[in-house]
């Protein structure tokens, strides 16, 4: 059932009608719950069991922390008068590591289980082809990934850190933590929200409210119109250059030129942004109908003018996770302070670059490893393994030669503040998130190193001409995609300049008259331009894979 | 506070300390300059900074730094 399926807005609508009937509202979370637990049962029923481990498992490690906790503090406090003050600290570092214990405990089942469905074969795959053996004699495991396995695993881990740490308080009833983990309009493709913004919305009541039902619609039909519209049409490009066999060719074909490779990049640039923050502008809006306000996942990616700038605004909630409980853990580590002091307590740590390096360099080592967790998030395959080292080495360089990269701007007397420049470094991040888009793209890490290759030695325009009708786009479909991506830019600008986050709000400060027509646009070229019908095969979601 | 300001001006001397009240959610301090504002205030204060106080409710101003650092020097 996609999100962008008929079924899906049936289920969808049905779901909102019982949320506002339901006569006692302090039940809706219910609804909830009953609308969640089908979606997940209909979708992957073979694979519930997952989910429930984990759901389980998370659940019952959190309130165990928490009661270890609150008996540690009532003790503490019952022997005030008795306990001496180092009786007291070795008490509670007993108990802390008690949790921590607990914490570990789950962690490793939680990701361990993540880790065997999703990166099993290709380890084993690997290490049988290192001992010298073919990876297809290596053992595998025949499964098809549980829905949303990579994002439920983060959300639920997140918030048992967060109650390792006790910055919240956890959930006793494991109903509505279940809601918490398998709420469905996040289950597909995230965002990983965390539980602090998340949970007291999803538990609380909410009344149908105008503006929250016409700002929804909006961002529904926003969604629709990037996913349908751009999204998909531009799939089926990219679909005909892998049925095509993408460099090497067929029987037939002999593979494709470096310009073509160039112009399949643009199109799965703009491919994958639409087809993921139109997903979850689509989730956005089904909850905001709701009353419901999940976390913004994209804020104008592209207009990013440091790769840094862009991992704060593409996939926002997962950069947040990533931040949070594996860059912060490693940069504020013992090791990493001990490495710091190390380096500046050398001969070389005297210098300027030293005392610059002593400062940053477990930081971007640290960023080096959150890009390269981010990389096998993705998938086990070289390429995203390629895909994580190039983000994370390009961030550590940056931090690294920070103060070199300063100086030779000054020397050449260029303003940081002038349009161009501001221009050439968004330019800059792009062609470098290309490149890492590149390794997206490619069957493996080889392949991506061949099509960057190609890019640069092979560009012609009339061999591009001929392989371009290879792709069997119609002249109309073009014509889409570039109507699309004109609308999708107009309006991007317009969300940069007023630092809003949705099409809607930017609509709100203009009459009636305009927001009905603009709304009515939007679901007319939704209907008229969209990639459906009974002969077209609609692209899954291309996150829902992860 | 005067020392605290001095770390901060140090690190971003581009930055108004005294005014500012949203360093954190408005994205003016990134995660490399928490990480390195936190080396200086566990030095200069003595105290132990967790992962577990890197909430932007406690870097958001210089106010919210100091009452998180005296709450640190407490518990110690």
Not at chain 1, 57 to 81: C, F, P, W
Not at chain 1, 115 to 139: Q, R, T, W
Request: proline share 3%; aromatic share 14%; hydrophobic share 50%.
């Amino acid at each position: 059932m996609a999100l962008t399926s008929l079924p899906f807005a049936a289920f969808a609508i049905i779901t909102g009608i019982v949320y506002f009937a339901v006569p006692k509202k302090q039940y809706q979370w219910v609804v909830l719950l009953i609308a969640s637990s089908f979606f997940y049962v209909y979708n992957s029923f073979q694979y519930t069991v997952f989910i429930l481990v984990t759901i389980i498992t998370i659940y019952l490690a959190a309130t165990k922390m928490a009661d270890i906790s609150k008996y540690t503090k009532a003790e503490v406090k019952n022997h005030k008068a008795e306990w001496s003050k180092e009786e007291k600290k070795a008490f509670k570092d007993a108990s802390q590591k008690k949790r921590r214990r607990v914490l570990a405990a789950c962690l490793i089942l939680n990701f361990g289980i993540l880790f065997l469905l999703k990166y099993f074969n290709f380890f084993s795959g690997s290490i049988a082809s290192l001992l010298g053996g073919s990876p297809d004699e290596a053992p595998q495991i025949h499964l098809l990934l549980p829905l949303g396995v990579s994002f439920y695993t983060f959300i639920a881990t997140g918030y048992l850190i967060d109650v390792y740490r006790e910055t919240v308080e956890p959930e006793r009833n494991i109903f509505k933590f279940a809601l918490f983990v398998s709420f469905f309009p996040q289950i597909i493709q995230g965002p990983i929200s965390s539980y602090n913004k998340l949970h007291s919305q999803l538990i609380g009541e909410h009344k149908l409210e105008w503006i929250n039902f016409k700002q929804g619609v909006m961002n529904i039909f926003w969604g629709l119109f990037k996913k349908l519209v751009i999204a998909d049409c531009a799939w089926r490009g990219i679909k005909a250059y892998y049925a095509n066999g993408g460099l090497n060719g067929t029987a037939d074909f002999e593979g494709y030129g470096g310009t073509m490779v160039l112009f399949i990049s643009l199109l799965y640039a703009l491919q994958l942004y639409t087809d993921f923050s139109g997903g979850i502008d689509i989730s956005r809006g089904i909850c905001r109908i709701m009353g419901i306000e999940l976390e913004v996942n994209f804020r104008q990616p592209y207009f990013s003018k440091s790769i840094s700038e862009y991992w704060r605004r593409w996939h926002i909630t997962l950069g947040a996770w990533m931040k949070n409980y594996v860059f912060y853990p490693i940069a504020m580590s013992d090791l990493s302070k001990r490495i710091s002091a190390a380096i500046a307590g050398s001969s070389f740590g005297k210098t300027a670059a030293g005392k610059h390096l002593s400062k940053v360099f477990t930081t971007a080592m640290a960023s080096f490893i959150v890009f390269l967790c981010v990389g096998i998030w993705h998938g086990a395959n070289s390429k995203y393994i390629g895909f994580g080292v190039w983000n994370g080495l390009i961030i550590m360089l940056s931090a690294m030669l920070g103060p070199v990269y300063d100086k030779s701007r000054n020397a050449l007397h260029i303003n940081s503040e002038a349009a161009w420049w501001k221009l050439f470094q968004m330019l800059r991040t792009f062609v470098i998130v290309l490149i890492g888009y590149i390794f997206d793209i490619a069957d493996n890490f080889t392949n991506a190193i061949q099509m960057m290759k190609l890019i640069i030695s092979d560009q012609n325009k009339s061999v591009f001409m001929e392989q371009i009708k290879t792709l069997g786009l119609y002249k109309t479909e073009y014509a889409t995609i570039m109507l699309g991506a004109m609308i999708l830019l107009y309006i991007s600008i317009r969300l940069e300049i007023t630092s809003l986050d949705t099409p809607g709000e930017l609509l709100e400060r203009r009459s009636g008259f305009i927001q009905w027509l603009a709304l009515l646009g939007l679901i007319m070229l939704v209907l008229v331009l969209g990639t459906y019908g009974p002969l077209y095969d609609p692209a899954e979601f291309v996150y829902m894979q992860f | 506070m005067e020392e605290l300001m001095e770390i901060l001006e140090e690190l971003r001397p581009d930055v108004d300390f005294a005014a500012e009240k949203s360093l954190v959610t408005g994205g003016i301090l990134d995660s490399f300059d928490i990480i390195s504002l936190v080396g200086n205030l566990n030095d200069a204060f003595d105290i132990t900074i967790r992962p577990a106080n890197l909430v932007p409710e406690n870097f958001n101003s210089a106010e919210a730094m100091l009452a998180l650092i005296e709450k640190l020097q407490e518990e110690e």
